[in-house]
């Protein structure tokens, strides 16, 4: 059975930082890209950022120069580092396997102006 569990999350001021974990078991994660999503309230599920077997990485417009994903393959695990944390960042973020349908339950970032 694949599971995804994320945390790190938290509440932080506006400027802050988090760092996100993604531990994957079940599923070896060195064979697939992996992504982060996110969804805020009453807004549709979004993707954040992903990283590919090779480690390349990929980031929505947003995000860049202040999110950075990850990988640890020797421990089966995905991170995501954030800084400079904006209200609007404040979300449910969730990660994912580049193939089929698995989901971390996510893990919540609230920021505070």
């Known amino acids: 059975q694949v599971q995804l569990l994320e945390s790190g999350g938290g509440l932080v001021q506006a400027g802050g930082s988090l760092r996100l974990s993604c531990a994957a078991s079940g599923y070896i994660i060195s064979t697939r890209g992996m992504a982060w999503y996110r969804q805020a309230p009453g807004k549709q599920r979004e993707l954040v950022a992903t990283?590919?077997?090779?480690?390349?990485?990929y980031y929505v417009d947003s995000v860049k120069e202040r999110f950075t994903i990850s990988r640890d393959n020797a421990n089966n695990a995905v991170y995501l580092q954030m800084n400079s944390l904006k209200p609007e960042d404040t979300a449910v973020y969730y990660c994912?396997?580049?193939?089929?349908?698995?989901w971390g339950q996510g893990t919540q970032v609230t920021v505070s102006s």
């Open positions: 994912h396997i580049l193939a089929g349908d698995y």
């Open positions: 990283i590919g077997r090779s480690g390349s990485t």
